[in-house]
């Protein structure tokens, strides 16, 4: 449970500075071989995108090459090159004779950037400390090679977790040589990828997250500034085009020829905002997601640079101003259209659904902690510390159901007009599933799936209810209840293939309107109730959180189903 503890101090917002004793080492350095990768140099295309116009530039560092990333303030508009934006900048040195070398060079912003020469706060390395680390690093090498990475904690590590490891190590994409995610799925008896070769932002959470545990921070870091700068694409749909700061569903990593070169090829991102999704559908929760992993990679690495940075600043204000503008909306929830998030297909979920709700007030709190304190951001920060308090008070008293709820719903007088009616949301009683009134046990409770006028779906979502414990966006009453509930309803929820993505499935004619007969979301499969195993990395820190002494009945649950 140790390093499941650490996740939760991460997440609650606890956690020391470092974790790590040596947060500058390079873990992946031991842990991937890197293979020789495709030269680029330059690249000229027709597509052009507005991006913001920087103060200063910056790059990845002379050990890792990467694109060059972007640190300042202030807004212009400047057309540049799409492809160019996103192509890999390192290049490979000639030997003696033509033949190519296997060093990689990148030229070093350090040297232009005049932010470099400044003191970032305590917790940036002095020279001694980082000589001293070097030092440390270099004698880990045997004959200039890294070790195997097979050869470090060889010793009492689960044959489970080991295999684990390489499948996961197995799915990293590389952009230029440095590891920089991984792909959503790795089917090797799969023909039709579709999209489930490019590394989602969602999808990489928990595999970020275990990364960061092992101490290989690199591929995080790479993750994090490269899709940010991917935020400021312009992002294009019949014209129309959605408001700054949203962050892509996902990239793909493209190898594609130099114009007036057939035989050199480069690196490009090709990234997909959902003009290309299925659906169509813009990713509202990639964003939030984005944000919580920043603050869990300098709350776990100790290296704070990186939220620092006037680029990775810049961008969590874009992030929380899309979020927070102004709307005809009168709840705090965020309104979104269905398919928006994990559940990325049509499942009735348009609206508040709670999932987007509890990462939005998760997002929240990250970026308030995070955020430079500067008189530009005194307004923002005024307005998340508002919407943090009207979003705690609304999901907590309107979301939440239980027997007493339920009793009190059925109680419900409607076409209520007043300021001081009981039923605000005019919610019908002969809406209430009658599959709720025998499956909510006398003890526990939990936050519905959605809260509209007129509409409450009473369907429990997984992933919602857990980040709204793991967040402290549900009280600890409330927190307890949940575990109540799912202890009772363990057989429904968690069963023999943990864990389901939400509980009941829609069927029937219920399926067919809801879902428009969606043969993917059949009954009980994908999102429509199917078991999803990677809920279980939440469910752990959820029963960290919980279970400082939990029942026998868990235990052996648990013990059993091997989370």
Not at 172 to 182: A, D, F, N
Not at 212 to 221: H, S
Not at 237 to 257: E, Y
Not at 530 to 550: A, C, H, M, N, R
Request: proline share 5%.
């Amino acid at each position: 449970m140790g390093t499941t503890e650490g996740v939760l101090q991460v997440f609650s917002g606890v956690a020391p500075r470092n974790l790590c004793s040596d947060p500058s080492s390079n873990a992946l350095g031991l842990a991937y071989s890197f293979n020789s990768r495709l030269v680029s140099t330059k690249r000229s295309a027709s597509k052009k995108i507005k991006i913001p116009v920087y103060a200063s530039v910056q790059s990845s560092t002379p050990e890792t090459c990467g694109v060059q990333g972007f640190g300042g303030s202030s807004y212009k508009d400047r057309r540049i090159d799409r492809l160019k934006f996103s192509s890999c900048r390192c290049q490979r040195a000639e030997g003696v004779g033509g033949t190519t070398t296997g060093n990689w060079f990148v030229d070093s912003a350090d040297d232009l950037n005049p932010l470099n020469t400044m003191v970032n706060g305590p917790h940036v390395l002095n020279f001694d400390d980082v000589k001293q680390l070097k030092e440390e690093k270099t004698d880990s090498m045997s004959n200039g090679a890294p070790i195997a990475s097979s050869t470090i904690h060889r010793a009492n590590v689960d044959p489970i977790e080991e295999e684990a490891w390489d499948l996961l190590r197995e799915s990293v994409v590389y952009y230029c040589g440095s590891p920089i995610g991984t792909i959503a799925a790795n089917d090797p008896t799969s023909s039709n990828v579709l999209n489930y070769d490019q590394v989602f932002i969602r999808d990489f959470i928990p595999s970020g997250i275990a990364f960061l545990l092992k101490g290989e921070y690199d591929i995080v870091r790479n993750f994090i500034l490269h899709t940010l700068q991917l935020q400021s694409w312009e992002k294009t749909m019949d014209c129309h085009s959605p408001g700054q700061g949203l962050m892509p569903a996902s990239f793909k990593v493209r190898t594609v020829p130099l114009d007036g070169d057939d035989s050199a090829t480069e690196e490009v991102l090709d990234p997909d905002f959902g003009e290309a999704a299925i659906g169509r559908v813009a990713p509202v929760d990639s964003g939030l997601w984005w944000i919580i992993l920043l603050r869990a990679y300098g709350k776990i690495s100790g290296d704070l640079s990186v939220q620092e940075r006037i680029d990775v600043q810049t961008g969590i204000k874009m992030i929380l101003k899309l979020c927070l503008a102004d709307g005809f909306d009168m709840f705090p929830t965020l309104l979104v259209t269905d398919g928006s998030c994990m559940i990325d297909r049509r499942m009735g979920i348009h609206g508040h659904p709670l999932e987007i709700q509890a990462l939005f007030y998760s997002a929240l709190l990250s970026a308030r902690e995070m955020l430079a304190p500067e008189d530009g951001s005194a307004d923002l920060i005024r307005a998340l510390n508002n919407r943090l308090v009207a979003l705690s008070f609304h999901i907590r008293e309107y979301y939440w159901i239980d027997l007493r709820k339920l009793n009190e719903i059925y109680r419900y007088k409607t076409e209520e007009y007043s300021y001081d009616a009981v039923n605000k949301f005019n919610i019908y009683p002969d809406q209430i599933p009658p599959w709720l009134v025998e499956w909510i046990p006398n003890r526990g409770g939990y936050l519905i799936g959605n809260l509209q006028p007129a509409h409450m779906d009473f369907r429990f979502f997984s992933l919602g209810n857990f980040w709204s414990i793991v967040s402290g966006l549900a009280t600890v009453d409330q927190s307890h209840a949940i575990l109540d509930l799912i202890e009772a309803k363990w057989a429904d929820l968690v069963s023999d293939m943990p864990l389901k993505i939400c509980y009941p499935a829609l069927e029937g004619q219920e399926w067919q309107i809801i879902t428009g007969s969606d043969p993917k979301n059949t009954p009980w499969s994908y999102h429509n109730a199917g078991s999803w195993p990677t809920l279980l990395w939440q469910v752990s820190i959820y029963f960290t959180k919980l279970l400082q002494k939990p029942t026998q009945f868990i235990k052996d649950k648990i013990i059993r189903s091997r989370i």
